[in-house]
């Protein structure tokens, strides 16, 4: 366990190594959502993610300790990069375990900051147990959230938002590990009792909500997920111990809330945050959580380290949730002039034609129709209707993709 003094000592240990990030108020969410809507932006922290904190934390607060061989972790991502930063900071080597299948961006970031990368391991898990025999060699083993030093670097982020709204009335996090939540729920409530704390996790792997519906860890099935960044099939112990005391409560959000909310952050606030970053915006955006006028919320937008083919996806998956792309198959007499007229129709509803394709193939069309399956961008659910409704009417057959 943790106390306040822990997190406070953290903070005047790290702050010359990392950076006191943004809070910024969001008109427009605070007009979409009710509420008044503050962004804790750690995607623009070093290394793109809240996790370089704790690792600084750790590895300042024990460096008489640490052998000359230094520190080996185990990370896909963000907690990889903190240490290899923390470990260069610190005049220490780096060894960092990464699963095989890793992003190439991911690798040579974690380098870039002085790591030494080994792929071994299909999974995370996997790559955990790497790390635990590497430590075995003379170097210390830095869990990425079950340590107190850990818990309390994460925790710094709550007396930031406090120092910069001090009147603030809930927070909202992403929770894989737990050891964000749980740093910050000791911060915030010993500050501010009454705050109000919500987790958020992603559907596909809830071993918090889980934890907290049974009393006790548990681990959930493997899972994928775009926020890959908080796919842990099992709480830390340590930190459950401080959620379930703490934490007001706990909700999932769905994939394609996920890639919406990503979309959103991007279009509104010009801000790129990973799938874990997202998800307080997604539980908004799914109406997992409902914000009362005047209540004064900060999402905790915890990292920004997105691949860019993901990227691409997302975005494209985000286009089509939204209503903004429109897929659509229409049948067709596939005589000269019966695409034009078709396309006409669509110019004539303001729709842009991303792709087109004529299909002849296809065994449940009259050998005299084709299928011409149509790709448009339209501005919303609205007029994706409006299209679909003038089509019918034209007396088209249409099946949706």
Same mark, same amino acid.
């Given at each position: 366990?943790?106390?306040?003094?822990?997190?406070?000592?953290?903070?005047?240990?790290?702050?010359?190594?990392?950076?006191?990030?943004?809070?910024?108020?969001?008109?427009?969410?605070?007009?979409?959502?009710?509420?008044?809507?503050?962004?804790?932006?750690?995607? @623009?922290?070093?290394?793109?993610?809240?996790?370089?904190?704790?690792?600084?934390?750790?590895?300042?607060?024990?460096?008489?300790?640490?052998?000359?061989?230094? =520190?080996?972790?185990?990370?896909?991502?963000?907690?990889?990069?903190?240490?290899?930063?923390?470990?260069?900071?610190?005049?220490?080597?780096?060894?960092?375990?990464?699963? *095989?299948?890793?992003?190439?961006?991911?690798?040579?970031?974690?380098?870039?900051?002085?790591?030494?990368?080994?792929?071994?391991?299909?999974?995370?898990?996997?790559?955990?147990?790497?790390?635990?025999?590497?430590?075995?060699?003379?170097?210390?083993?830095?869990? #990425?959230?079950?340590?107190?030093?850990?818990?309390?670097?994460? &925790?710094?982020?709550?007396?930031?938002?406090?120092?910069?709204?001090?009147?603030?009335?809930?927070?909202?996090?992403? *929770? &894989?590990?737990?050891?964000?939540?749980?740093?910050?729920?000791?911060?915030?409530?010993?500050?501010?009792?009454?705050?109000?704390?919500?987790?958020?996790?992603?559907?596909?792997?809830?071993?918090?909500?889980?934890?907290?519906?049974?009393?006790?860890?548990?681990?959930?099935?493997?899972?994928?997920?775009?926020?890959?960044?908080?796919? =842990?099939?099992?709480?830390?112990?340590?930190?459950?111990?401080?959620?379930?005391?703490?934490?007001?409560?706990?909700?999932?959000?769905?994939?394609?809330?996920?890639?919406?909310?990503?979309?959103?952050?991007?279009?509104?606030?010009?801000?790129?945050?990973? &799938?874990?970053?997202?998800?307080?915006?997604?539980?908004?955006?799914?109406?997992?959580?409902?914000?009362? #006028?005047?209540?004064?919320?900060?999402?905790?937008?915890?990292?920004?380290?997105?691949?860019?083919?993901?990227?691409?996806?997302?975005?494209?998956?985000?286009? %089509?949730?939204?209503?903004?792309?429109?897929?659509?198959?229409?049948? @067709? #007499?596939?005589?000269?002039?019966?695409?034009?007229?078709?396309?006409?129709? *669509?110019?004539?509803?303001?729709?842009? =034609?991303?792709?087109?394709?004529?299909?002849?193939?296809?065994?449940?069309? #009259?050998?005299?129709?084709?299928?011409?399956?149509?790709?448009?961008?339209?501005?919303?659910?609205?007029?994706?209707?409006? %299209?679909?409704?003038? @089509?019918?009417?034209?007396?088209?057959?249409?099946?949706?993709?």
């Amino acid at each position: 366990m943790i106390e306040l003094s822990d997190i406070q000592t953290a903070a005047n240990r790290i702050q010359k190594h990392i950076l006191a990030t943004p809070l910024v108020f969001s008109q427009a969410f605070s007009q979409m959502f009710g509420g008044d809507v503050y962004l804790k932006m750690e995607n @623009l922290q070093k290394t793109g993610s809240f996790k370089a904190r704790g690792a600084m934390n750790l590895i300042l607060a024990l460096r008489d300790q640490i052998p000359e061989n230094g =520190v080996v972790a185990a990370s896909a991502g963000n907690h990889a990069q903190g240490v290899a930063l923390a470990a260069r900071q610190a005049g220490l080597p780096a060894t960092i375990v990464m699963p *095989v299948g890793s992003s190439i961006s991911k690798q040579e970031a974690t380098r870039n900051y002085g790591g030494q990368v080994l792929l071994e391991g299909q999974t995370v898990s996997e790559s955990l147990l790497v790390a635990r025999k590497l430590a075995n060699d003379g170097r210390m083993f830095i869990h #990425p959230f079950d340590d107190p030093l850990i818990m309390a670097g994460q &925790g710094t982020v709550a007396l930031e938002i406090l120092q910069t709204l001090p009147d603030v009335n809930r927070v909202m996090i992403p *929770v &894989g590990g737990g050891g964000l939540i749980a740093g910050m729920a000791v911060a915030l409530k010993a500050l501010k009792p009454a705050i109000t704390i919500t987790g958020v996790q992603a559907a596909v792997c809830p071993s918090a909500v889980e934890a907290m519906r049974k009393g006790r860890v548990v681990e959930v099935p493997a899972a994928t997920s775009i926020a890959d960044g908080i796919v =842990v099939r099992q709480t830390g112990a340590g930190p459950f111990a401080i959620i379930h005391g703490r934490v007001d409560e706990l909700v999932v959000v769905e994939e394609d809330q996920i890639a919406a909310a990503i979309l959103l952050l991007m279009e509104r606030k010009k801000n790129v945050a990973e &799938g874990a970053g997202a998800v307080a915006l997604a539980a908004l955006l799914g109406n997992a959580i409902s914000l009362k #006028p005047g209540e004064k919320t900060v999402l905790l937008i915890s990292g920004g380290n997105l691949d860019s083919p993901l990227l691409g996806r997302i975005i494209r998956k985000g286009l %089509i949730q939204s209503g903004r792309i429109m897929r659509v198959n229409v049948m @067709l #007499p596939d005589v000269p002039g019966a695409l034009a007229r078709l396309l006409n129709q *669509v110019a004539d509803h303001k729709a842009n =034609v991303l792709h087109i394709h004529h299909n002849r193939s296809r065994r449940d069309f #009259p050998v005299n129709m084709t299928a011409v399956e149509l790709e448009l961008e339209t501005r919303g659910e609205g007029h994706a209707a409006e %299209i679909e409704s003038a @089509l019918r009417d034209a007396g088209y057959t249409l099946m949706f993709c």
